[in-house]
């Protein structure tokens, strides 16, 4: 199992732009796909992206592409996620998940399938506050 540890989250104007940072901890996989999600008050969880460590594949949400960047120290298994032109839609606790199978954190992020499967590790969240 991962342990996790998300940081960068705050308050920020509408167009503004925020930078999470998920460090990850893990000792028994070789690859370390990170990702992801965040949910929004009286709202489901939902993914924003995920990137294979391994190759480099990186998805996106439909509701984030072209705003959100997702990029990852391979070496130090850290995670990153530039959000620009943050909207109040945007607002919510952004979770940082890892895992050792691409597939189901893609499908996840994804929408694809939405089941109570077991991340390798999940982060405690970081608040992302977006004012009008």
């Known amino acids: 199992e991962a342990h996790l540890v998300e940081s960068g989250g705050g308050l920020v104007q509408a167009g503004g732009s925020l930078r999470l940072s998920c460090q990850a901890s893990?000792?028994?996989?070789?690859?370390?796909?990170m990702g992801w999600f965040r949910q929004a008050p009286g709202r489901e969880r939902e993914g924003v992206a995920c990137?294979?460590?391994?190759?480099?594949?990186?998805a996106y949400a439909d509701s984030v592409k072209g705003r959100f960047t997702i990029s990852m120290d391979n070496a130090e298994k850290r995670a990153y996620l530039q959000m620009n032109d943050l909207q109040p839609e945007d607002t919510g606790v952004y979770y940082c998940?890892?895992?050792?199978?691409?597939?189901?954190?893609?499908?996840?992020?994804?929408?694809?399938?939405?089941?109570?499967?077991?991340?390798?590790?999940w982060g405690q969240g970081t608040q992302v506050t977006v004012s009008s």
């Open positions: 990137i294979n460590d391994e190759d480099g594949r990186i």
């Open positions: 998940a890892a895992d050792g199978a691409w597939g189901p954190l893609h499908d996840h992020v994804l929408g694809l399938v939405n089941t109570n499967y077991r991340f390798d590790g």
């Open positions: 893990i000792r028994s996989l070789i690859y370390v796909h």
